[in-house]
């Protein structure tokens, strides 16, 4: 099998030849069998793996987890089975990962929303403007570790409650709510622990509805979080279940794996270990020790 290195160019730039020197490097001692991509404005992620689809590699996707998303819809329906070197602002796909996945091929769920697919986190409302604003999330002018917290000042203090009508099974939700959050994985924003007891493997979402609050209590909200205190606020429904229909009312965007989609309606279904994901720990080692550098 073939390992295929897709590098992210466009968020890596000056650290791009540094990255396949290593990546090199780190092959020819393990004896692989690889090549190394690299997209750019003239060569998108989606043309590059087309010229895969007939086979069946391992495609490592070097990047963020906006890389890992495109990389998995080029896949979807093929051979290929989705690597990744975490290289990204928030790397959140890869924190459940950790806690989660055994080294080698792991078989986890994959899940539909309209025509594509993810594998961490779909949110709407609050989080889903605080990741979407890429003049700060992608801004060189902020330390990556602080662009997630830059973006979350900003949207604080000017959010409003995004109005959706949910249906989950045979209930239907309506109303004003800070967060819809639907979660395969365990952690989004660059580490805020959304999904504290998701599963990548039990066909299931764990799906998070947050009624409107005032500024206070989402600042709580927050802060909270990581210590899975978010759950027994009164303001929190927590329900599982493999299918989920959003109704918008009007154009709304949300947040997918660190990309985007906007629609007024969202119909989102789990496939049960719908992907293969390579996961190694050591190879992730060994090669993001050119970002220490």
């Not at 792991?106 to 409302?125: H, K, M, P, W």
């Not at 929190?236 to 949300?254: D, E, Q, Y």
């Not at 989609?261 to 270990?273: A, K």
Request: net charge neutral; aromatic share 8%.
């Amino acid at each position: 099998m073939k390992y295929i290195f897709l590098i992210n160019s466009f968020s890596l730039k000056d650290k791009t030849n540094l990255l396949i020197d290593r990546i090199t490097e780190v092959a020819v001692e393990r004896n692989l069998d690889f090549a190394i991509e690299v997209n750019s404005k003239h060569r998108f992620t989606e043309e590059i793996i087309d010229n895969y689809k007939n086979d069946e590699n391992i495609i490592i996707c070097v990047g963020g987890d906006g890389t890992i998303n495109r990389t998995l819809n080029a896949i979807v329906h093929t051979k290929n089975i989705l690597g990744y070197i975490p290289y990204g602002t928030g790397n959140d796909f890869y924190r459940t990962n950790k806690e989660l996945l055994k080294n080698g091929i792991n078989d986890i769920d994959l899940v539909r929303i309209n025509n594509r697919y993810f594998i961490n986190v779909a949110c709407f409302g609050i989080d889903a403007d605080i990741a979407n604003n890429e003049d700060i999330i992608h801004s060189k002018l902020i330390p990556k570790s602080q662009r997630y917290n830059a973006s979350i000042i900003k949207n604080f203090l000017t959010f409003t409650p995004k109005h959706l009508s949910i249906k989950i099974d045979d209930e239907t939700y309506e109303g004003d709510y800070t967060t819809l959050a639907l979660c395969n994985a365990r952690y989004y924003g660059g580490g805020y622990k959304i999904g504290t007891n998701a599963l990548l493997d039990d066909g299931l979402l764990d799906i998070y509805i947050v009624d409107k609050m005032s500024r206070l209590n989402i600042a709580k909200l927050l802060l909270g979080m990581n210590k899975g205190k978010h759950e027994k606020n009164n303001k929190v429904k927590v329900i599982r279940s493999k299918k989920v229909f959003i109704n918008a009312h009007k154009n709304l965007t949300c947040n997918i794996d660190g990309d985007t989609l906007t629609d007024r309606t969202f119909d989102v279904e789990v496939i049960p270990n719908g992907i293969k994901v390579y996961y190694d720990q050591e190879l992730i080692d060994e090669i993001t020790k050119v970002r220490k550098k």
